[in-house]
């Protein structure tokens, strides 16, 4: 198994920036990507971006696409979503999530090519 935990969810104004931590443990050579969903109140989970584990591929959603920002950090097994240019429709429950395998497009963007999911962590952006 694998745990994720999100960290860096907050409230902040339009324009305004955030950076989202998510930390796996557990068995985590399991793993071969890690990315970001996203779910609004009355709305499904969107896919955000993703970033591949061993070959560093790279993908995001076209609504975040130059705004958004994802990396990682092998050792510290974490990976980043740095959050640029925040506006009103960003705001959502931000899920970490990780899968034992990176897999072609269009998949990597629904949620069930996922194995494991964080707990989430509320991003706000005010108008």
């Known amino acids: 198994q694998v745990q994720l935990v999100e960290s860096g969810g907050g409230l902040v104004q339009t324009g305004g920036s955030l950076k989202l931590s998510c930390t796996a443990s557990?068995?985590?050579?399991?793993?071969?990507?890690m990315g970001w969903f996203r779910q609004a109140p009355g709305k499904a989970r969107e896919f955000v971006a993703v970033?591949?584990?061993?070959?560093?591929?790279?993908t995001y959603a076209g609504s975040v696409k130059g705004r958004f920002i994802i990396s990682k950090d092998n050792a510290k097994n974490t990976v980043y979503l740095q959050m640029n240019s925040l506006k009103p429709e960003d705001t959502a429950v931000y899920y970490c999530?990780?899968?034992?395998?990176?897999?072609?497009?269009?998949?990597?963007?629904?949620?069930?090519?996922?194995?494991?999911w964080g707990q989430g962590t509320q991003v706000t952006v005010s108008s």
């Open positions: 999530t990780a899968s034992q395998r990176l897999q072609m497009l269009p998949q990597r963007t629904f949620p069930q090519s996922y194995d494991y």
């Open positions: 557990g068995r985590t050579f399991s793993t071969d990507a």
């Open positions: 970033i591949g584990w061993s070959a560093n591929s790279i």
